[in-house]
Structure formats: structure tokens, C-alpha cells
């Protein structure tokens, strides 16, 4: 891998990582309905001209149908319930949450979708999933807020399973589609079946500079710039090694909101995020156990 490929991988992993800082910066003051309708709208504002060509507005045209869905599933309501729990959870446990949509992926197309898991797979998940069971009894234990955490961990289990069967619809219905069509029509889709909530939320108190320029870096930097920075690399590197950047947003996620919010790196929040990317490395092959050599075997002929 090119050294600028290894920079854009670095860059998207930062760039992923700080989308969890921005929400927690905008949400208090936008409500999540508002955050999350005015980051599909702006994306949508810096991204539709890449779709202005001929060949990808005949492409959104035959598939508008399955692209809105995705929209709504990875994007319009993932949106709109981590925007939820940026209210109550760090900013880097949020990013922490995100990891596991690998492990979900997995694990339901094994459940549903009867696709097979080798030991290592199977065994990834299963140490994915205690990560989740440990990070979520060790930060309740530490009281940061009673029921109101606890529907902020629920949400972002929710988002990732919204990105979960997105995952699953897109590979099923839209996998002869340019990605970059998928991309930037199912932001369009999500704007629009998001704009008429942002209007009825709208807050009655206007929100502050800081709160707005967190709302303009999600939607031109950590939805618009990255999925064209996503998309590069796909078409350089390959899906799995662009997968690496999901190791990337946890660990980004942790160290912005530390450095910039002050927040506090807890055990079960790094424990937690351990295991988790143990069990996401081994469940998506980044990760592969050496296999034993063959013992040499001699043939010896006889005169």
C-alpha cells in the first residue's frame, strides 16, 4: 500500500472519528432531529454535484427505490439516534459502539442469511460480544446518569443494526450500482424524508457558533469529504483493506474527545474498545491465526 493510501487511510479515520465529537459538541443545542437533518442536507448541498453526470442520474433513476431505503438505514436514522446519544454518552464511547456493526453483520447473515463462519469468524464474534457485554455493565457501573445512558447505549446498538441490514440490502439489490450513486443519492433521500422533522424540532433558542460549525463539519467534512475520500480508497485499495479504518474511528473517537472535551478515558472504556476490535479483526479476517506448517514429509526410494 502507497504511502499516500496509508495518509488517506489515517486522514478518513480521523475524519470518521471527530463525526462523534461534532454530535456531542451540536446535539444539546440542536436536538437530534435538527443535527441529523441539517447533516443529510448540508452533505447533500456539497456532494450532488458529483452526481450531476449522465450515466449516474440514470443509475439513481432505476434504483431510486432501494437507494432510499438504504438512505433511511444508513443514514437518515443512524443519524438522527447517535445524534440521540451524543446528548448523554462521551463522545468516545459513542465511537467505541460503532465497532461492533462488523460483528452484527456477521452474525446475522450467519442467523438469517445462512452464511458460513469458520472457527476463527465464530470465535471473533463471541469475543466481540462479551467487549460489547463489558463495556456496557463497566460504564453503567460508573453512574453517568442512570436510564438516560442506558437509552444512549440502546440507540447506538440501534444505529449499528441500521447499518447492519443496510449492509445486507445493499449487497443484495444494488451491488451492480456505482457506489458513489448509492452514496450520495441515499444522502439526498435521507435530507428529504429528514427535512420536514428538522422543521417541526427546530429549537426555539437558535444554537451557538460553536454548535453551528460542529454542524458544518459533519455534514461537508464527516459525511461529504469522507465519502469521497471512502470511495478513493475503495477504488485503490480494496474493500478489505479499506476496512482497517473501522479499527481507526474508535481509537480517533476516544483521543478527540479527550483532548478537545476533556472527557475521561475509563478502564471499561478501554478494556471495552480492546476486545471489541479483537473480535471485529478476527470476525472480518483482518486478523488471522498462523497456521501450523505441514511436517515435511520425506519420500525415500528404494533401489
Excluded at 442512570?146 to 447499518?163: F, H, K, L, P, T
Aim: overall charge positive; some cysteine; charged content about 10%.
Amino acid at each position: 500500500m502507497k504511502k499516500s493510501d496509508v495518509a488517506a487511510l489515517l486522514l478518513l479515520g480521523a475524519i470518521w472519528g471527530a463525526s462523534f465529537l461534532f454530535m456531542r459538541m451540536g446535539a444539546a443545542q440542536f436536538g437530534s432531529m435538527p443535527l441529523a437533518g441539517m447533516r443529510a442536507i448540508g452533505a447533500t448541498i456539497c456532494s450532488i454535484p458529483l452526481l450531476m453526470s449522465r450515466e449516474r442520474l440514470a443509475e439513481l433513476r432505476a434504483n431510486w427505490k432501494s437507494i432510499s431505503l438504504i438512505g433511511l438505514a444508513n443514514s437518515a436514522l443512524p443519524f438522527v439516534l447517535f445524534s440521540y446519544a451524543a446528548q448523554s454518552l462521551p463522545s468516545g464511547l459513542s465511537a467505541i459502539f460503532d465497532a461492533i456493526a462488523p460483528l452484527l453483520v456477521a452474525a446475522s447473515g450467519w442467523l438469517w442469511l445462512s452464511e458460513k463462519l469458520d472457527a476463527t469468524r465464530t470465535s471473533g464474534l463471541v469475543i466481540g460480544m462479551i467487549g460489547v457485554v463489558w463495556l456496557i455493565g463497566g460504564t453503567m457501573g460508573f453512574g453517568h446518569g442512570g436510564a438516560s445512558v442506558g437509552w444512549a447505549m440502546a440507540a447506538c446498538v440501534g444505529a449499528n443494526i441500521c447499518y447492519t441490514f443496510g449492509a445486507h440490502y445493499s449487497h443484495r439489490r444494488v451491488q451492480s450500482v456505482s457506489p458513489l450513486t448509492v452514496a450520495i443519492g441515499s444522502q439526498v433521500a435521507a435530507a428529504l424524508m429528514l427535512l420536514p422533522f428538522t422543521v417541526w424540532y427546530w429549537p426555539a433558542k437558535s444554537p451557538s457558533v460553536q454548535a453551528w460549525v460542529a454542524m458544518f463539519g459533519l455534514a461537508a467534512v464527516c459525511t461529504s469529504l469522507a465519502y469521497v475520500l471512502f470511495y478513493g480508497l475503495l477504488a485503490r485499495i480494496g474493500s478489505t483493506r479499506s476496512m482497517a479504518v473501522l479499527y481507526l474511528i474508535p481509537v480517533f473517537g476516544v483521543v478527540w474527545g479527550a483532548m478537545l472535551l476533556g472527557e475521561t478515558v475509563t478502564l471499561a472504556m478501554g478494556g471495552g474498545c480492546a476486545v471489541i476490535l479483537l473480535g471485529v479483526a478476527l470476525t472480518t479476517g483482518m486478523l488471522k491465526p498462523r497456521s501450523r506448517a505441514p511436517a515435511a514429509t520425506c519420500a525415500v526410494e528404494e533401489a
